[in-house]
């Protein structure tokens, strides 16, 4: 559990812990630092358990994912972040309550769902990985946890348009993403692994159009942001996924390569990680077992 995480509070930890126990032989780890809970899952792997369940937000989920790798373990949600953006693309129910319920009835009676996970450099990503643009507004989020927690989803895109007048406004293209498709140049490169990026008043946000048939991850990159341009993103990310003048989107990558000639901002699942001048994107990199 992330006792951090928006929706965590100490009730409802404790009727969600209630609920587990009563079903499970259960242990009950609190995560106090950023990157704990893959060691937790590690050692939990180890004392052979079976099922290890997050209790937070999509941090913490990836956190968890990228210690159950290549284990037969299953992977339970119980949504308690402010986006919970791969619980809500699996379907799983956004209220902790109903998401319990949902574990407790299908942990005996249904077979767990198989997804994929996609790869940025030596991090698993279950959804999404940002460069540069999205990047810097994903660690500007966490440099201002408190308003994070108060606020909620609206201070995500507050974050991204304060990062979009501080850094961006007047800024040239200076990554290059590489692949299959060719070259592309853009001040943001967002590979996307399972639907969605976000979700906005329970909207899903799509920055690729959805492509049932393909196999592998979405790459959008954003040529340039100009600021007339804002209302055409908006549109295009809540109705159509298709953004138009500006940005480039491409289904069913196998793999890719985000670089520049200084450090630029990256993230996992909306997880800073620390400033790189390369990634490496590989789709289908491993698979988990998770309770839908």
Known sequence: ?????????????RVVQAALEGH???????????????SVAKDALADGNELIIAFGGDGLVNEIANGMVHSEAVLGVVPGGTMNVFARNLGIPNDPLEAVDRILSHSDEVEPRTVSLAKANDRYFTFSCGCGFDGEAASRVEEHYPAKRRFGEPYFYAAAFSTFLASYLRR??????????????????????????????????????????SDGIGIFVLNRLQWWRIPAYASGALLTGRFGGGS??????????????????LHVDGEPLPMVDKVELVANAASLKVIV
Not at 1 to 13: C, G, H, L, Q
Not at 258 to 265: C, D, G, L, Q
């Open 248 to 265: 480039d989107a491409v289904s069913g990558a196998s793999s890719a390569t985000v670089s520049s000639h200084a450090p630029f901002y």
């Open 1 to 13: 559990m992330n006792p951090e995480a928006r929706n965590v509070s100490p009730a409802v930890r």
């Open 172 to 213: 040239p293209p200076f990554l290059r993403c590489d692949g299959d498709f060719g070259s592309l140049d853009g001040v943001g490169v967002i590979a996307l692994n399972t639907g969605p990026y976000a979700y906005l008043a329970g909207r899903p946000i799509r920055l690729v159009p959805s492509d049932p048939d």
């Open 24 to 38: 499970f032989k259960l242990e009950a780890t609190v995560t106090e630092a950023r990157h704990a809970a893959i």
